[in-house]
């Protein structure tokens, strides 16, 4: 099982807006550690979309919004597209483990 | 714009060494502000860190991984690889290079399928 947990599925309609829940612990998120997001497409690699919990980098449109309170974070995506059907991962770093990275199970965005 | 391409068999023998490499392109990896990492994702399953190191050579690794696994630095080539031990089937995954940007993974390979089978 994965250090930081994810629901494994969420959906919604075109033009909705859906959350997807990354929750940990005090020895990550809790720990003051940052939360990054990642969307993986298809058969393709794992791309960052929000980083420092709250960043996008400037090709990733503003529909997609993070945040983070206490032991978790979250990914918020608005106007729902079918493009953005894809896995979306999240990442923190640990301290009881010698401070290594860890990824939740991820999570698959169907649109309806 | 950094461009990273992971190298190597992909067909490993179970017992033998998995061994894998990451050419960058399009920045150096003696930069003293990255760690070069690999991840590896199972079949149909999620991403999991097998380990980063600096280009002054400084490692970390999974503790679940730990005790078979050696990453390294060639700083001349401006590449950084990948060895695995004793691999199983269990190790038979999608293999990804990635540079952190002091935190984020901010630039990945697109990742090289390795198979453990006899």
């Known amino acids: 099982q994965s250090v930081l947990t994810q629901p494994p599925s969420v959906s919604g309609a075109p033009g909705q807006r859906v959350t997807i829940s990354c929750t940990g612990s005090?020895?990550?998120?809790?720990?003051?550690?940052?939360v990054h997001w990642y969307q993986q497409l298809p058969g393709t690699a794992p791309k960052l979309l929000i980083y420092?919990?709250?960043i996008r980098p400037s090709r990733v449109p503003d529909r997609f919004s993070g945040s983070k309170s206490g032991t978790s974070a979250s990914l918020a995506i608005a106007g729902l597209q079918a493009e953005d059907e894809a896995d979306y991962y999240c990442q923190s770093y640990d301290s009881s483990l010698s401070g290594y990275v860890v990824f939740g199970g991820g999570t698959k965005l169907t649109v309806l | 714009q950094v461009y990273l391409q992971e190298s190597g068999p992909g067909l490993v023998k179970p017992s033998e060494t998995l061994s894998l490499t990451c050419t960058v392109s399009g920045g150096s990896v003696t930069s003293g502000t990255y760690y070069w990492t690999w991840i590896r994702q199972p079949p149909g399953k999620g991403l999991e860190w097998i380990g980063s190191?600096?280009?002054?050579?400084?490692?970390n690794y999974n503790p679940s991984l730990k005790s078979r696994v050696t990453i390294s630095v060639d700083t001349s080539k401006n590449q950084f690889s990948l060895k695995l031990r004793s691999v199983t089937a269990a190790d038979t995954a999608v293999y990804y290079c990635?540079?952190?940007?002091?935190?984020?993974?901010?630039?990945w390979g697109q990742g090289t399928l390795v198979t453990v089978s006899s």
């Open positions: 190191i600096s280009y002054s050579g400084s490692t």
């Open positions: 990635a540079r952190a940007s002091s935190d984020p993974l901010d630039y």
């Open positions: 420092g919990n709250t």
């Open positions: 005090s020895s990550n998120i809790g720990a003051g550690y940052h």
